[in-house]
């Protein structure tokens, strides 16, 4: 298999639940089999915590109506929508992400915001998290080799995730380190 063809999981965050903004794009979300729940305006907000059943979310309209979905004991799937040709992102606590959201348990019982995406725009992100994007072509290539070599060592199939969003992993800021250098 190619590495363009690989995705990663990289966990996000770890908390008792959070407050998602209105987003700039639909989003659709999905249980944990994949099956459509809902699919969330741009302008409503979607709140999620946890609970012993597993994840717990409720939708906010602009209005304030809250409307809760039904718990989900094997996580939840985000996943943007994209329009008119444009590449969807998320929007996820002060930062924007490529790929989809899965939000599920830990064995501690807090959620894990595991953001699913393709190796190669990982990269982008990892390359301009790690090293600045003005610096020469063959030093940020020189970088993405090594990240790629280093991701490609951390997948882990059964594991909840493959890699963290921080230096404990890799340096990894979805969107906002994504430039035309790092991505060359």
């Known amino acids: 298999m190619c590495s363009s063809d690989l995705s990663v999981r990289v966990l996000l ?38 609970s012993s059943a597993g994840v717990v979310a409720a939708v906010v309209s602009p209005d304030g109506a809250t409307r809760r979905l039904p718990g989900q004991a094997a996580g939840l799937w985000l996943e943007p929508v994209a329009e008119k040709g444009e590449q969807a992102f998320l929007a996820f606590g002060k930062e924007r992400y490529r790929g989809r959201l899965l939000i599920r348990l830990n064995q501690a ?38 990240a790629r070599t280093y991701a490609l060592s951390q997948l882990k199939p059964t594991a909840a995730y493959d890699l963290k969003s921080t230096v404990a992993s890799q340096a990894y800021r979805g969107l906002a380190a994504e430039t035309d250098s790092t991505r060359a």
């Open 13 to 50: 965050a770890a908390s008792s639940g959070w407050e998602l903004p209105g987003q700039a794009f639909p989003l659709r979300l999905l249980d944990g089999r994949q099956r459509l729940l809902r699919l969330l305006a741009p302008d409503e907000r979607l709140s999620l915590s946890a």
């Open 109 to 146: 019982g807090s959620l894990m915001a595991i953001n699913q995406l393709p190796l190669e725009t990982y990269l982008a992100s990892v390359v301009g998290s790690e090293m600045p994007a003005t610096w020469p072509l063959a030093a940020l290539q020189a970088q993405a080799v090594a």
